[in-house]
Nanobody, 125 residues
Framework: QVRLVESGGASVQAGGSLKLTCTAS????????MGWFRRTPGQGPQDLAT???????TYADSVKGRFTISKDYARNTLDLEMNSLKPEDTAEYFC???????????????????WGRGTQVTVAS
């Protein structure tokens, strides 16, 4: 059982940066896989990045080179550093966790994962 709470969402200008935080209710070192995801009313949820123990990282093509996912073992958080933000990045960002890496496709996300409620990111053009 793990509870996840996202924070850090804000409104920023295109080209700007933002750091999101997902605070977990247990040691993130003990969570095999965690990830960041985003959804919009029209597009639905999509995978952005995952980190699986010990240090296996994956990124979606849309954010590769711009976003960085990491765990902060001292704070028990999953962080997402977002750089070179684009208007297309506007979405609700949420985190997930589980033994298997959480993933979203076809409008749904894995139900055998734990999910946060999300935090809004708005990028102005």
């Amino acid at each position: 059982q793990v509870r996840l709470v996202e924070s850090g969402g804000a409104s920023v200008q295109a080209g700007g940066s933002l750091k999101l935080t997902c605070t977990a209710s247990k040691r993130v070192a003990d969570i095999r896989c965690m990830g960041w995801f985003r959804r919009t009313p029209g597009q639905g949820p999509q995978d952005l990045a995952t980190i699986k123990n010990p240090d296996i990282l994956t990124y979606a093509d849309s954010v590769k080179g711009r976003f960085t996912i990491s765990k902060d073992y001292a704070r028990n958080t999953l962080d997402l550093e977002m750089n070179s933000l684009k208007p297309e990045d506007t979405a609700e960002y949420f985190c997930g966790a589980g033994w298997n890496c959480p993933t979203c496709s076809g409008g749904t996300c894995t139900t055998n994962s734990y999910w946060g409620r999300g935090t809004q990111v708005t990028v102005a053009s």
